[in-house]
């Protein structure tokens, strides 16, 4: 059975910090290129981040650059993403992704306000 459970967000204040974490199961995790997207009300689902298989990072949007870091660890099956600096603007439901899988989690919210 293929889950994808994230975990991590909560309330933080503008400029604080928070780390996501994606547990994955009931696939071959070391196969698939990792996804995180984001979805703030009103708003188009956003790609956050993407990195390879092995542990290489494709790309950030640009709004994230320099505050953001995707990394995984294919021994615990697991995706993070490290968020510093946040923005009210970061406020969304973060959820990460299997590329090219259709395997999706039920997100974690993220909310930055004073």
């Known amino acids: 059975q293929v889950r994808l459970v994230e975990s991590g967000g909560g309330l933080v204040q503008p400029g604080g910090s928070l780390r996501l974490s994606c547990a994955a199961s009931?696939?071959?995790?070391?196969?698939?290129?990792m996804s995180w997207y984001r979805q703030a009300p009103g708003k188009e689902r956003e790609l956050v981040a993407t990195?390879?298989?092995?542990?290489?990072?494709?790309n950030y949007a640009d709004s994230v650059k320099g505050r953001f870091t995707i990394s995984r660890h294919n021994t615990k099956n697991t995706v993070y993403l490290q968020m510093n600096s946040l923005k009210p603007e970061d406020t969304a439901v973060y959820y990460c992704?299997?590329?090219?899988?259709?395997?999706w989690g039920q997100g974690t919210q993220v909310t930055v306000s004073s």
């Open positions: 009931g696939f071959t995790f070391s196969s698939y290129a």
């Open positions: 992704n299997a590329q090219r899988s259709g395997y």
């Open positions: 990195i390879s298989s092995q542990g290489v990072v494709r």
